[in-house]
């Protein structure tokens, strides 16, 4: 019996021998990889114009949320991110800059710029505007990477604030076709036409699915047509 608990002490104090040998050789690897310098990030300064406010927040809320930085801190930080003779900076520089107006300035910012309500309605206008940019001058094929890299972008600001596709797409979804050139909204209701399900497939989901793989399609065309960086020569016959 006593021979079993000698082993068993030798068996955990060799255990234990090894663990530490893995951290030894384990956390010198950590520390090295944390010794390379990341770029320095500059944070993105705030115009004042209320469609930036949540590219801003987004960036500055780490500061904001960081209960390791003192609030005068913090307000110095804010005056360091908006653009210089600016809405947003003549706003920071009405208030005194103590740690007590900063939580002060960041509400007058979020009330004045970041309104939900207000964002929402900045853009659903500009997916007005291209709708009316496709009435009057329409818009052609090679228009369409753009077009859908700037759809995506107004669909995700409009999705964080809430306005899902899920509970919105009945509203976004003629909107986002409306904008579409008339030789892909035709592809568009053929490939619905071909669906068994043709009222499910009409979501905003498919929609953007659909213009995805048409871009990626037009790149690889693209890609195609290039070659090898040399233009394709025909060959000639001769009689």
Not at 70 to 82: G, R
Request: contains cysteine; proline residues 3%; hydrophobic residues 35%.
């Amino acid at each position: 019996m006593e021979d079993a608990e000698n082993f068993r002490d030798r068996y955990i104090e060799m255990c234990t021998r090894v663990d530490l040998k893995i951290r030894e050789t384990v956390v010198p690897t950590e520390t090295e990889k944390r010794s390379f310098k990341l770029p320095k990030i500059e944070l993105k300064k705030f115009s004042g114009e209320a469609k930036d406010f949540l590219a801003f927040w987004s960036q500055f809320q780490k500061i904001h949320n960081d209960k390791g930085i003192a609030e005068e801190d913090k307000m110095q930080y804010l005056l360091q991110s908006v653009e210089p003779k600016s809405k947003a900076e003549r706003l920071v520089l009405s208030f005194p800059a103590t740690a007590e107006n900063y939580p002060k300035a960041i509400d007058q910012l979020k009330e004045r710029f970041g309104r939900e309500d207000l964002l929402v309605q900045i853009y659903v206008r500009e997916l007005l505007n291209l709708v009316m940019k496709n009435a009057v001058s329409g818009r052609t094929k090679t228009d369409l990477s753009a077009l859908y890299d700037e759809l995506e972008g107004k669909l995700r600001s409009l999705e964080s604030l809430g306005r899902t596709q899920e509970k919105y797409g009945d509203f976004l979804t003629p909107l986002v076709e409306s904008c579409l050139p008339e030789e892909i909204l035709m592809a568009w209701e053929r490939k619905r036409n071909t669906e068994t399900d043709a009222k499910g497939s009409r979501t905003l989901k498919h929609l953007m699915t659909f213009l995805r793989l048409e871009v990626q399609g037009e790149e690889m065309v693209q890609l195609a047509k290039s070659g090898f960086g040399t233009p394709i020569r025909k060959k000639r016959f001769s009689n």
